[in-house]
């Protein structure tokens, strides 16, 4: 019988998903014996061509890291959805946007003026941008950016997703082992990962009471965490109540607080606006000038709340910002 030809593409992303593939370690040995993998740029001398040239629906699944940040990003994942029967968005960035989501909060323009002229690292004398140019007699032209980062899902259809920034082995290897076994879930669905909170699995969770009240927030900086108590109780604002389980709790183990990389629970629309709810919930003040105070310890709100998930929001990145062609 053939294996089953597997695809992997990276978007706009860092680059710690496919890191996060290579982190199966001899597992990966495991893989290659049971799939053939056909496309693979970061790893494997593969070219744009040798896709082109496969029949529709050939690869049987394809794993899409990294959100849709520019028209290159956007022709390819529409090529892998034609030539692919699932696809799967590999990661918070491909899932929700992940943190280059965060550059939402600025247009085009305000980003290419940091990232090439105002960025304190740089020395651009003559303002350099990039742009089509002729090299040689031959034209390049290279991916212009979108107005915004879009999750995967906003440009194609998604089979599956398989969150964390990035996925840890052990959820890569469980999604890989479903796909195979051929018992997938409803499409849509999380494969991989829990469908409980993190707090469900995480270490710390006996020391964490029924109702957690306090009455201040406080940051990893000014304190060190008594590693055998819940992080949120000792007033670290830890995602875990709001996010999907599944990662082995390895921020909480190493005292710091847990900050949504595995997303939403299901029935969940809005990660952002969930965890700020709760945090709200638990603050355990009644005057103003106090919660004003205690506020002013989370020094960034949409930071902290929406770190992996603002393009996938109803909000999608900052409201109001005029677009300006790049
Ligand atoms: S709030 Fe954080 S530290 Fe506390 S039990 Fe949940 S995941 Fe663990
Ligand atoms: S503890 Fe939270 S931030 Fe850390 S890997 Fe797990 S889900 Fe991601």
């Keep these: 019988m053939p294996k089953p030809k597997v695809a992997l593409y990276w978007c706009a992303s860092c680059g710690g998903c496919e890191e996060a593939v290579v982190d199966l370690a001899e597992r990966i040995l495991d893989v290659v014996s049971l799939v053939d993998i056909v496309f693979w740029p970061v790893a494997l001398d593969f070219k744009l ?32 959805r034609q030539k692919s029967k699932v696809v799967i968005a590999y990661g918070a960035c491909s899932s929700w946007g992940g943190i280059p989501g965060l550059a939402n909060l600025s247009n085009r323009q305000e980003i290419l003026d940091w990232v090439y002229q105002a960025a304190p690292t740089n020395q651009n004398d003559e ?17 212009t950016l979108l107005a915004r980062l879009e999750p995967l899902s906003a440009v194609i259809e998604v089979d599956y997703y398989i969150p964390g920034c990035p996925p840890t082995p052990d ?3 469980k999604a890989i082992e479903t796909i195979l076994s051929g018992k997938l879930p409803e499409r849509g669905s999380v494969i991989g990962a829990d469908s409980k909170a993190l707090c469900h699995s995480c270490p710390l969770n006996e020391s964490k009471p029924e109702k957690v ?10 304190f060190t965490p008594d ?20 990662c082995g709790a ?3 183990t190493g005292g710091m607080p847990c900050t949504g990389c595995f997303g ?12 700020v709810t709760y945090l709200a919930s638990i603050l355990d ?42």
């Design 227 to 246: 590693r055998s108590t819940c992080l949120l109780v000792q007033g670290l604002p830890c995602l875990g109540p709001v996010t999907r389980g599944g």
């Design 49 to 80: 061509t040798d896709v082109e040239a496969m029949p529709d629906q050939s690869i049987d699944v394809c794993f899409i890291n990294g959100g849709i940040r520019s028209t290159e990003n956007e022709r390819v994942a529409r090529l892998l």
């Design 171 to 173: 959820v890569t290897w």
């Design 127 to 143: 303002g350099v941008r990039p742009s089509v140019a002729d090299a040689n007699g031959v034209r390049l032209e290279l991916p």
């Design 285 to 326: 003040i009644d005057d103003e000038k106090e919660i004003d105070k205690a506020l002013s310890k989370v020094v960034d709100v949409v930071g902290l709340s929406y770190k992996y998930s603002l393009p996938a929001s109803p909000l999608g990145g900052k409201l109001g910002i005029t677009e300006e062609k790049p």
């Design 264 to 275: 939403a629970l299901d029935r969940v629309d809005d990660f952002g606006a969930k965890a």
């Design 213 to 222: 009240l306090i009455k201040e927030f406080r940051r990893v900086t000014e």
């Design 250 to 252: 390895p921020c909480v």
